[in-house]
């Protein structure tokens, strides 16, 4: 059965970085689009940065672009999401996702989710 499993959430200080780690069993990443996607408190879960199963197209909302970076290492059967210049408006239960095709970075079009790591942005 396909798992994925979120790592490398944490307490950052404002300005600082994290990167993190979706790494998938069950099944092999390579034919797979991956998803980054955030749910802040009280907010609905909203779309961060998704990549395509050969890495040729990436997206990335406007609220990270310049400071995050979605990869994957298909060898290694896992995708990352490195965060840098965090803000407290980053922090938030960040979910890693994928599915064989998806065209975009809409919530509802990927089908299998991780359990989620936690993101805290605080001095």
């Known amino acids: 059965q396909l798992q994925l499993v979120e790592s490398g959430g944490g307490l950052v200080q404002p300005g600082g970085s994290l990167r993190l780690s979706c790494a998938a069993s069950?099944?092999?990443?390579?034919?797979?689009?991956i998803g980054w996607f955030r749910q802040a408190p009280g907010k609905e879960r909203e779309g961060v940065s998704c990549?395509?199963?050969?890495?040729?197209?990436?997206y990335y909302a406007d609220f990270v672009k310049g400071r995050f970076t979605i990869s994957r290492h298909n060898a290694k059967n896992t995708a990352y999401l490195q965060m840098n210049s965090l803000k407290t408006e980053d922090i938030a239960v960040y979910y890693c996702?994928?599915?064989?095709?998806?065209?975009?970075?809409?919530?509802?079009?990927?089908?299998?989710w991780g359990q989620g790591t936690q993101v805290t942005v605080s001095s």
């Open positions: 069950g099944f092999t990443l390579d034919r797979y689009a």
């Open positions: 990549i395509s199963a050969n890495g040729d197209y990436t």
């Open positions: 996702a994928a599915d064989r095709v998806v065209a975009g970075c809409g919530l509802n079009e990927y089908k299998y």
